[in-house]
């Protein structure tokens, strides 16, 4: 299965600021996802990235808030902006894979704190 | 109506036992069905996937489906402690943009 590597690992930020959450596969995919996991919950689909086309959000999520980036086959980055205590989770990429086998490969996830 | 119910748990199994794990699903057209292990602290880890009504074994794990009852669900062999973890379903449906749709996720516990 495909390797992806998320960074950073973990942070902690101020309200108020951004972060930007990178997440590289070590093999081209078409299709990369977004998620949440808000303590104690299960994940949620924030978007859908394509490459070369605008990412699709998920009711509820909206671009000015969880920017996108797709520049290549291989690499994405999610921002969070404008930061309050609720957008306190665990934010997972992930890719679609059909190639070996059919299913969907995470990141080790990004733990974001907002104090 | 949620999109697909799992019970939270905790499930709790004696080491050895054979531990069974459901999830319903409310959209008639899913066409694939997967099943992730977490752990405290990780990301969720695939551990099956089925797409065709019956069941699939691998290893201690068999899964199975019944898209009439749109029920799927995971049988742990031989329950280990290592198996101590939260399972989640996740359902895609064919035309709904490849997006996986999980479950809230059951809680095992394997106790000694």
């Known amino acids: 299965s495909a390797v992806i590597s998320q960074k950073p690992s973990r942070d902690i930020c101020q309200r108020g600021t951004s972060l930007t959450i990178q997440c590289q596969v070590d093999?081209?995919?078409?299709?990369m996802f977004w998620y949440r996991q808000q303590p104690g919950q299960s994940l949620t689909l924030i978007a859908t990235a394509n490459q070369g086309s605008e990412a699709t959000y998920e009711s509820g999520f909206v671009i000015d808030k969880f920017p996108i980036s797709r520049p290549n086959l291989t690499f994405s980055t999610l921002t969070v902006s404008n930061m309050s205590p609720e957008d306190s989770s665990i934010y997972l990429c992930?890719?679609?894979?059909?190639?070996?086998?059919?299913?969907?490969?995470f990141g080790s996830g990004t733990r974001l704190t907002v104090v | 109506q949620k999109e697909v119910e799992q019970n939270s748990g905790p499930l709790s199994v004696p080491e050895g036992a054979i531990a069974s794990l459901n999830c319903t699903y409310s959209?008639?057209?899913?066409?694939?069905f997967f099943w992730y292990r977490q752990y405290s602290g990780k990301s969720p880890e695939l551990i099956m996937s089925?797409?065709?009504?019956g069941d699939k074994e691998d290893g201690r794990f068999t899964a199975q489906l019944n898209k009439a009852s749109q029920y799927v669900s995971l049988l742990i062999r031989d329950s280990q402690p290592s198996d101590s973890a939260t399972y989640l379903c996740?359902?895609?449906?064919?035309?709904?943009?490849?997006?996986?749709?999980f479950g809230t996720g059951t809680q095992l516990k394997v106790e000694l």
């Open positions: 093999s081209q995919v078409t299709m």
């Open positions: 089925i797409y065709s009504n």
């Open positions: 959209d008639r057209g899913s066409q694939s």
């Open positions: 992930s890719v679609e894979e059909a190639t070996g086998f059919y299913g969907y490969t």
């Open positions: 996740a359902v895609s449906v064919t035309g709904g943009g490849n997006k996986l749709t």
